[in-house]
Nanobody
C-alpha cells in the first residue's frame, strides 16, 4: 500500500491550496478516504472524510464551509481543496484509507 500526498506549500492567510493523495496497492473504491492534519506536540486532527458509498462527506467543524474533499476513482486519488486558509491551519496534512495506512504527509504553511 502506498499513499503519496502532494500540493502543500507556503500560502498567505486567506489563500487556497489543493492537496492530492495518490493511492496504490489496494482497491481504492472499497475504502473511505480521509485527510488528517498534525502539528508537532498536538493530537492529529481529522479534517475530512469521503466515503466509497453515497454517504455524505464529513468535515471538521473548523474547516466546514471552507474545504472540499473529493475523489477520482479512475485516478485512485483523493483531493482536499482548502480555501480562506488561516495561520493556525499550518500543519502536516496526511491521507489515510482507514485501514491503518498513511502517507508521509505534505506540509502546509499559512503565513504572511
Amino acid at each position: 500500500v502506498q499513499l503519496v500526498e502532494s500540493g502543500g506549500g507556503l500560502v498567505k492567510p486567506g489563500g487556497s491550496l489543493r492537496l492530492s493523495c495518490s493511492a496504490s496497492g489496494f482497491t481504492f473504491t472499497r475504502y473511505a478516504m480521509s485527510w488528517y492534519r498534525q502539528v508537532p506536540g498536538k493530537e492529529r486532527e481529522l479534517v475530512a472524510t469521503i466515503f466509497n458509498t453515497y454517504m455524505p462527506t464529513r468535515y471538521a467543524h473548523s474547516v466546514k464551509g471552507r474545504s472540499t474533499i473529493s475523489r477520482d476513482n479512475a485516478k485512485n486519488t483523493v483531493y482536499l481543496q482548502m480555501n480562506s486558509l488561516k495561520p493556525e491551519e499550518t500543519a502536516v496534512y496526511c491521507c489515510s484509507n482507514g485501514a491503518g495506512d498513511w502517507g508521509q504527509g505534505t506540509q502546509v504553511t499559512v503565513s504572511s
